[in-house]
């Protein structure tokens, strides 16, 4: 599967975006899909997750309640919703695609990823 991942911008604190990752070359539902995101001189961190077993979704504590995984089975794209965005939430975003069936915390856990979208968020 080949992933793009699209809709990264320059937002204020507080504002919102809507990252997109198109995928070609498989379905959307045959996968665990993931958002990961990576700061200037940081590890890469998971931040979103929904297994392709069922409508699981998981969030680490630094954006739940802010932050939403969605899928649209028939536009074959997974979307990140991120709301209430922190200045603390800029860097590369990137979606990635596991075969395991329930989303995991480890990037080495995906086997496919995008390339990745710059958010900034201005304070």
């Known amino acids: 599967v080949q992933l793009q991942a699209s809709g990264g911008g320059l937002v204020q604190a507080g504002g919102s975006l809507r990252l997109s990752c198109a995928a070609s070359g498989r379905t959307v539902s045959s996968y665990t899909m993931g958002w990961f995101r990576q700061a200037p001189g940081k590890e890469r961190k998971f931040v979103a997750g929904r297994g392709w077993s069922g409508d699981s979704t998981y969030y680490p504590g630094s954006v739940k309640g802010r932050f939403t995984i969605s899928r649209d089975n028939a536009k074959n794209t997974v979307y990140l919703q991120m709301n209430s965005l922190k200045s603390e939430d800029t860097a590369v975003y990137y979606c990635?695609?596991?075969?395991?069936?329930?989303?995991?915390?480890?990037?080495?856990?995906?086997?496919?990823w995008g390339q990745g979208t710059q958010v900034t968020v201005s304070s």
């Open positions: 990635a695609a596991s075969t395991k069936p329930y989303s995991d915390y480890a990037p080495s856990s995906y086997d496919y």
